[in-house]
């Protein structure tokens, strides 16, 4: 039997940029079938089909689900790496599905994993929720992270010897390390291979801050040769120059943070920008920057410092690359650590708005559309349009009005994802003489 919901009276923000404007929007199954303009269904006659579920949208905005661009569902607010190496395989899948169902009830239909912390966690997630043993968002999965020795990631510091099974990331080294490592998460199930291709800001007392380049661009062509044929995606921690540079000629497709992309790095992926993502992930050195304090940490002022300008050079990168036309997603470590809690992702759009100074439509845009094709299903995710998945989220209030009306769990009122109610709390209206059922 087919399923038949339509949405009426909505406020409508439907991904593409155009202005809001009033509508129904019909969902048979899976798919949105028809967005009805207020006058034009008037005037076009066009009725509600017997049987089908209506849901009074007046005063609510109807938007697309979000993407969340840099998702860690097994980063479950990282105290150390150590602890996160300690949870069993068992009890860490059932904590990332927990996350991931979290992440679905506050909005973000589609999760583009960055990362996990084991082999198959995102996988295990992905397919249950796939094979319908428990709703969750879509998920792209990732691999661990691979990384050279002596980088970001790398816990083993000569003694621990970890596991593939348990490491944190998996230090490679050479053509032949890194070939393996991603052959083995492709035999895993992956979609996403993470690669890091710089080091970070902690990383200096291994040689490796966040403007040293450690991969060499052969070990970066194994990998993308690996992925090309599986087609499998490759997503870089990448923030020095050189590294974007590398990234881009040897076609990655997301480039976190691109912190120290300079012109000639930015000229590049302004070359690539129909093929290249960038996502700065800036929920994490923002809060790091801004709530330290709140967490008890007491870290010495130079730290303080460098994440400043660190987050400077980031927003002057960023808002060229805006202007370039290059895709620049929200989507910032959530879980990567104890500031930056998971669950708390759309605050990454108000950082957008307040921070990098995007327009809030823009920013929407960049969540829904963008994150569509992020997902690598531009042509019917991530937009409300007729022949469209039907993900899309009841919001109570305007996010163009303020953004932050994301952030609120309790505002985001209903949650589809492919045509089904995961969350739908405007249901209770709909009941008995309420509930409006067209008569069969
Ligand atoms: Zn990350």
């Known amino acids: 039997m087919m399923t038949r919901i339509s949405l009426t009276n909505a406020r409508v923000i439907d991904g593409s940029g155009a202005d809001p ?22 005037t076009s006659g066009a009725a509600i089909e017997p049987g089908t579920e209506v849901i009074d949208c007046a005063g609510r905005t109807v938007m697309p689900g979000l993407t969340e661009a840099h998702c860690h569902i097994s980063f479950d607010n990282v105290v150390s790496m150590e602890a996160v190496v300690a949870t069993q395989p068992e009890d860490h899948a059932l904590i990332s599905l927990k996350n991931a169902q979290m992440l679905m009830e506050r909005g973000f ?12 966690l995102d996988v295990a997630v992905r397919d249950a929720i796939a094979r319908g043993l428990f709703p969750g968002p879509r998920i792209r999965a990732a691999s661990q992270e691979m990384s050279p020795s002596g980088n970001l990631g790398d816990i083993d510091n000569n003694y621990l010897q970890l596991p593939r099974s348990l490491a944190f990331a998996i230090t490679a080294d050479g053509v032949d390390e890194f070939t393996k490592a991603a052959r083995l998460a492709a035999r895993d199930g992956v979609d996403n291979i ?15 801050d966040d403007t040293t380049t450690v991969i060499a661009e052969e070990e970066v062509a194994a990998v993308v040769a690996v992925a090309g044929p599986r087609k499998l995606m490759v997503s870089a921690h990448c923030t020095s120059s050189e590294g974007v540079k590398i990234c881009v000629r040897q076609g990655v497709q997301v480039v976190y943070h691109a912190v120290h992309a300079d012109e000639e790095a930015r000229d590049m992926l302004e070359a690539a920008k129909d093929r290249v993502f960038v996502a700065p992930a800036l929920g994490l050195p923002l809060t790091m920057l801004r709530e330290a304090a709140d967490y008890g940490l007491k870290w010495p002022a130079e730290r303080f410092a460098n994440l400043e300008k660190e987050l400077a050079t980031t927003r002057a990168c960023m808002r060229d690359l805006h202007r ?14 104890i500031t930056n809690p998971m669950g708390t992702n759309a605050r990454d759009l108000e950082h957008f708005v307040d921070f990098l100074g995007f327009p809030p439509m823009e920013v929407l845009v960049a969540a829904t559309k963008h994150g569509g094709a992020l997902m690598q299903r531009g042509g019917e995710l991530g937009q409300l349009r007729a022949g469209y998945l039907a993900d899309l989220l009841v919001v109570d209030g305007d996010p163009l009005a303020d953004i932050r009306v994301l952030q609120d769990h309790d505002r985001i ?4 994802i492919g045509g089904r109610l995961v969350k739908d709390r405007l249901a209770e209206g709909r009941r008995g003489v309420e509930r409006r059922v067209a008569a069969e």
Do not use: C, Q
């Open 324 to 337: 370039r036309g290059v895709r620049v997603l929200p989507g910032g470590d959530y879980g990567a650590f």
């Open 194 to 208: 993470k690669i890091n291709v710089s080091g970070d800001r902690d990383w200096g007392h291994m040689h490796a």
């Open 21 to 42: 404007f009033t509508a129904t929007i019909d969902v048979v199954d899976h798919r949105i079938v028809a967005v009805r303009r207020d006058g034009e269904a008037a």
């Open 109 to 120: 239909t589609s999760l583009y994993s960055a990362a996990a912390a084991k082999p198959r």
């Open 413 to 416: 009122e209903a949650v589809m």
